[in-house]
């Protein structure tokens, strides 16, 4: 029997507090098909069969059916995507049926959306991000029975049918910013660069981390910092890279779509980018190689991974809803990407040293300024800081 939920996509900019991962610009209708064939895109919204194997503590002892909408567009080889890739790992390690809907980028889409999939009976519904929070809430009241989990959010008090997971930016940060310093090093320059989707807390909070993980290698260290006020406009995030590019050789680019613009500057002037959420050099290779070849490495959250472990949870019953709850790399929920590329752009002392530091946070032997209550005042004391 073929399943259909229908999203309709629209070109909006998000401006989300955590929102990192914008995609597509072009407005599309999103169809979700049980019987979807092979040769679909990732951006065209299908139904995955799970296994045969029924999972425990599915309703009425059948499959258990887990519903993920996506609140974005995909095709970002950042944030959105590495919900989607969710899907496949989501089936095979848990045996668990998933549909999902790619919802787009207006906000006004998102309540109607969760309310469809409230109507299928799913035993668990997945969202990601910031960016639908009011629609999220309102329809958790409206289906107190149904239970949501957001994978990566900063909602602190959840309705009581609501998890939320959080994930330590500042960490993953850290390294990147670590790996960057020492990619300038190798060059003979002090100075490195960062581009935010937009000068908002949620991509603050990156910056923070980048810049003391690029201290703990040169205390002297300058960060020149851009924002392109936009998740999805991948020509002004080239432009902004173009002229950090100037004066620097590596750029963090912590912008969603936009960020696709920094690392095609980077190309353009042969220069360095570090990306972010996903391994972008890893999403890029076989499309964009001359992008992938310039990406030493990426912050990481394991998305997928954590969509796993946390659905795993919930099928034995063991998830605290009404709560919110933060992971970082002591658990695997980030990380950076540790590909060819790294090794290939890093020198082998540059890694050793960055292997070091990942040792050190994971014991606690690293003081960071908390993602966790960061205000703006003290964001702009760490940023002036190091203004070069």
């Not at 703990?216 to 890279?241: H, L, Q, R």
């Not at 946070?361 to 703006?376: A, C, D, L, R, W």
Request: proline share 4%; charged share 25%.
């Amino acid at each position: 029997m073929k399943r259909k939920v229908i999203a309709t996509v629209l070109a909006f900019c998000m401006t989300a507090g955590l929102l990192v991962g914008c995609g597509a610009p072009e407005p599309d209708e999103v169809e979700t098909t049980a019987e979807a064939p092979a040769e679909e895109t990732a951006a065209e919204a299908e139904t995955e069969e799970a296994p045969e194997a029924a999972a425990e503590g599915a309703a009425e002892g059948g499959t258990y059916r887990v519903g993920l909408m996506i609140p974005g567009t995909l095709g970002d080889k950042s944030f959105f995507d590495a919900a989607f890739a969710s899907i496949e790992p989501l089936k095979s390690e848990l045996g668990v049926e998933v549909e999902y809907v790619e919802a787009g980028t207006d906000t006004s889409k998102y309540y109607p959306a969760l309310v469809d999939m409230c109507k299928k009976d799913y035993d668990l519904i997945l969202t990601i991000s910031s960016n639908n929070d009011d629609a999220l809430v309102q329809v958790a009241e409206e289906y107190p029975d149904q239970k949501f989990i957001n994978l990566d959010d900063e909602m602190a008090e959840p309705p009581a049918n609501v998890y939320i997971m959080g994930t330590k930016n500042n960490e993953m940060c850290y390294l990147a910013g670590a790996a960057a310093a020492l990619k300038a090093e190798e060059l003979g320059e002090d100075a490195i660069g960062f581009v935010g989707g937009m000068d908002i807390p949620g991509i603050n909070e990156f910056l923070v981390g980048y810049i003391e993980g690029a201290q703990a290698i040169n205390p002297d260290i300058k960060v020149a910092t851009s924002y392109v006020g936009s998740f999805t406009d991948t020509a002004k995030g080239k432009e902004n890279g173009l002229l950090l590019y100037n004066d620097v050789s590596v750029v963090f680019a912590a912008a969603g779509q936009s960020g696709l613009g920094v690392i095609d500057a980077a190309v353009q002037q042969g220069k360095f980018a570090i990306g972010v959420d996903s391994d972008q050099a890893e999403a890029l290779k076989d499309t964009k190689p001359e992008m992938a070849n310039v990406i030493i490495t990426s912050a990481i959250k394991n998305i997928p991974q954590n969509a796993v472990n946390v659905v795993d949870r919930a099928m034995k019953g063991d998830v605290n809803y009404g709560k919110r709850e933060v992971f970082g790399i002591e658990t695997g929920a980030v990380g950076i990407a540790e590909n060819e590329f790294y090794e290939k752009l890093l020198s082998d002392d540059a890694r050793a040293r960055i292997e070091e530091l990942k040792e050190k946070v994971v014991k606690g032997e690293v003081t960071m300024t908390p993602n966790e209550g960061i205000t703006t005042d003290k964001i702009n004391e760490i940023r002036d800081a190091v203004r070069p």
